[in-house]
C-alpha cells in the first residue's frame, strides 16, 4: 500500500490549502492517521492527529487555523490549512500508524510567501 499526498502549493500569508492523503489500498487496524511537517533545516514534527474512534490532535502552533479529517473508508486523509503563516512553510507528510506497521506518504510541499 502506498499513500499519495496533494494539494500543496504556493499560497499568501492568511490563505488557505487543503492537503489530501490517499491509500492505494485497505489499510487495517488502524491506530492513528497523521500529518507530520519538515521546514528547511528543522526536524519533522507531529501536526495533527486522528485516531481510528475519530479523536483529533494538534499541535499548539496550529490549532484553531489546521482541521484534520478522514473518509468513513479511512483511505483518504484530509488537512484542511487556514489562515497560513510564513511559518508554515514545510514539507507535509501523511503518515498511518496501524498494529503492525506503519506507512509514510511521499513530501507534499507547501510555501507560504508574500
Known amino acids: 500500500v502506498q499513500l499519495q499526498a496533494s494539494g500543496g502549493g504556493l499560497v499568501q500569508p492568511g490563505g488557505s490549502l487543503r492537503l489530501s492523503c490517499v491509500a492505494s489500498?485497505?489499510?487495517?487496524?488502524?491506530?492513528?492517521m497523521d500529518w507530520y511537517r519538515q521546514a528547511p533545516e528543522k526536524q519533522r514534527e507531529l501536526v495533527a492527529r486522528?485516531?481510528?474512534?475519530?479523536?483529533?490532535a494538534y499541535a499548539d502552533s496550529v490549532k484553531g487555523r489546521f482541521t484534520i479529517s478522514r473518509d468513513n473508508a479511512l483511505s483518504t486523509l484530509y488537512l484542511q490549512m487556514n489562515s497560513l503563516k510564513l511559518e508554515d512553510t514545510a514539507a507535509y507528510y501523511c503518515?498511518?500508524?496501524?498494529?503492525?506497521?506503519?506507512?509514510w506518504g511521499q513530501g507534499t510541499l507547501v510555501t507560504v510567501s508574500s
Open positions: 489500498g485497505r489499510i487495517v487496524s488502524i491506530k492513528s
Open positions: 503518515h498511518i500508524d496501524t498494529w503492525f506497521t506503519e506507512y
Open positions: 486522528i485516531s481510528s474512534e475519530g479523536a483529533t
